[in-house]
């Protein structure tokens, strides 16, 4: 067996998806070398409330029209965790398991001390994959030369990590040269996000697009059971 890697940008307490793909690779890379781009999943997710969809965003600096990469994106007001708590525990108190994960999700809020995106994103994101069991490595693009433009980027960070395999979200079909891959002995495989079971949900309709934090709140320990790579 090959090793899988999946080099994609950190995103804040992201979706099921975005774990599932964690769980079925090697080695995870942070793609943190590449463009900031507002109003992305950089720095926000959606939760439910009772009034619908709501984003909770982190506050960053901007440099205008200016070339500014994930890892350099700084965060422009320190108050911001105690704001995106009380916002989650105000809208999953009457969860299923949300006593159960209270103090856990408390904590990790109130221990956040970092000042740059890209490492809170890998705080979230190791602690949930802790919680779920989840030990694929994590490591940064900025572990490896970044050589090429576009899939040759890419081409070359696999080859160092010694990987056989590209595992990659559907979208990236528009922009990935199969073609390059191929010709370096590297096999492309493409997430399936298709096909997701629904679960005890707070406020209908019921929406899978949503930080993986509405399905640990809602299902807790069975969490895992609603995801596809386990």
């Not at 909770?56 to 440099?63: L, M, R």
């Not at 109130?110 to 994101?125: A, D, P, Q």
């Not at 010709?183 to 309709?205: A, I, K, N």
Request: hydrophobic fraction near 35%; glycine fraction near 6%.
């Amino acid at each position: 067996m090959g090793k899988k890697v999946a080099i994609t940008q950190s995103n804040y307490i992201p979706w099921k998806g975005y774990f599932d793909m964690i769980n079925i690779v090697d080695e995870f890379i942070l793609y943190d070398d590449m463009q900031y781009t507002r109003r992305d999943w950089r720095n926000r997710n959606r939760i439910k409330t009772y009034n619908g969809i709501k984003w909770i965003t982190i506050p960053v600096q901007v440099k205008g029209k200016y070339y500014q990469t994930i890892k350099d994106t700084k965060i422009s007001d320190p108050s911001w965790p105690l704001k995106h708590w009380k916002i989650i525990s105000h809208n999953y108190a009457k969860s299923t398991y949300f006593k159960d994960y209270k103090d856990h999700f408390e904590e990790l809020y109130n221990g956040v001390k970092e000042g740059y995106l890209s490492k809170i994103n890998y705080y979230f994101i190791k602690a949930i994959c802790d919680m779920l069991d989840i030990r694929t490595k994590i490591s940064w693009s900025m572990d490896y030369r970044i050589i090429g433009d576009k899939t040759l980027q890419l081409v070359n960070i696999c080859l160092q990590a010694g990987a056989s395999e590209l595992v990659s979200g559907p979208k990236a079909k528009a922009y990935l040269d199969e073609s390059i891959l191929k010709q370096h002995g590297l096999r492309l495989t493409y997430m399936d996000y298709s096909g997701y079971p629904e679960y005890r949900q707070l406020y209908s309709p019921f929406e899978h697009t949503v930080s993986i934090i509405d399905l640990i709140l809602n299902e807790g320990p069975n969490t895992t059971r609603f995801m596809k790579s386990f």
